[in-house]
């Protein structure tokens, strides 16, 4: 399965994106999916999570402001950001949660006034 991220950009503090990692086959309807993040000099942390059930889970940082979600044919996830932060500022990626998939070359997502 190849994966491609796109969306990403610069926008101020307190904006909004919408990233989309679409998938080159549908296998979303048998994994998890999920959303991570690094930023320079720190370690890919997982922020959002989709199950086959629909039921999501968030990283504590981005809880309330991130909403991730996926299409019905379930090849294309998304994450809404919202109320964007500084802190924020990462190449975000999509994967399984255990990283079953090839990477692949994320989108940056930069937020500064």
């Known amino acids: 399965v190849q994966l491609v991220e796109s969306g990403g950009g610069l926008v101020q503090p307190g904006g909004s994106l919408r990233l989309s990692c679409a998938a080159s086959?549908?296998?979303?309807?048998?994994?998890?999916m999920g959303w991570f993040r690094q930023a320079p000099g720190k370690q890919r942390e997982l922020v959002a999570t989709?199950?086959?059930?629909?039921?999501?889970n968030y990283a504590d940082s981005v809880k309330g402001r991130f909403t991730i979600s996926r299409d019905k044919a379930k090849i294309t996830v998304y994450l809404q950001m919202n109320s964007l932060k500084p802190e924020d500022t990462a190449v975000y990626y999509c994967?399984?949660?255990?990283?079953?998939?090839?990477w692949g070359q994320g989108t940056q997502v930069t937020v500064s006034s």
């Open positions: 994967n399984t949660p255990y990283g079953a998939y090839e």
């Open positions: 086959e549908s296998t979303f309807s048998i994994n998890a």
């Open positions: 989709i199950y086959s059930g629909g039921f999501t």
